[in-house]
T-cell receptor, first 113, second 113 residues
């Protein structure tokens, strides 16, 4: 069974608007970590934001915030004030207690001018 | 500069040949990972290692082998048993297996002719 599910293969957003990328996860671990990474067309992987399973506050990093709903097992990424440079593929990932790290299938975000 | 170095960046091989992809890190990280990415898709875990001289199979280990004889190095061998080896391979590391984000190399693109 897939442990990380990203249901949006592609998303469009107008420049300067906010966008939410969905991520749901499945684990029986009590301690785990949730991450978002960005992959531009160049192929490099860029770490964006992290949320620990015991963190009570939603994580924020600049224009990125993570909407963590533990009971629903969701960890959605919110990008505010989208920029053209935000166009890329975005991956949700989970680090399990034993150290295994798995990724979702990704969402391709296109920012329109 | 600290980081992860993957080599070669591009590799062409004939069907039936084994190939070894190099991954070296100077970040003093304990844990290292190998992922495979097919075009337009997510990252799938091949193998990971939490500590020197130890490694675990990921979700798609068949046809691949690894070693972890030194902390800095985690080479991946794509064997002739791997039925469809053409892909983009990403190596990553983190400080400890259950702490922190993944740091990625720039990837190796393998094409089997």
């Amino acid at each position: 069974a897939q442990k990380i599910t990203q249901t949006q293969p592609g998303m469009f957003v107008q420049e300067k608007e906010a966008v939410t990328l969905d991520c749901t996860y499945d684990t029986s671990d009590q301690s785990y970590g949730l991450f978002w990474y960005k992959q531009p067309s160049s192929g490099e992987m860029i770490f964006l934001i992290y949320q620990g399973s015991y963190d009570e506050q939603n994580a924020t990093e600049g224009r990125y915030s993570l909407n963590f709903q533990k009971a629903r097992k969701s960890a959605n990424l919110v990008i505010s004030a989208s920029q053209l440079g935000d166009s890329a593929m975005y991956f949700c990932a989970m680090r399990e207690q034993a150290g295994k790290s798995t990724f979702g299938d990704g969402t391709t975000l296109t920012v329109k001018p | 500069d600290g980081g992860i170095t993957q080599s070669p960046k591009y590799l062409f091989r004939k069907e039936g040949q084994n190939v070894t992809l190099s991954c070296e890190q100077n970040l003093n990280h304990d844990a290292m990972y190998w992922y495979r990415q097919d075009p337009g898709q997510g990252l799938r875990l091949i193998y990971y290692s939490q500590i020197v001289n130890d490694f675990q199979k990921g979700d798609i280990a068949e046809g691949y082998s690894v070693s972890r004889e030194k902390k800095e190095s985690f080479p991946l061998t794509v064997t002739s048993a791997q039925k469809n080896p053409t892909a983009f391979y990403l190596c990553a590391s983190r400080w400890r297996a259950n702490t922190g984000e993944l740091f990625f190399g720039e990837g190796s693109r393998l094409t089997v002719l």
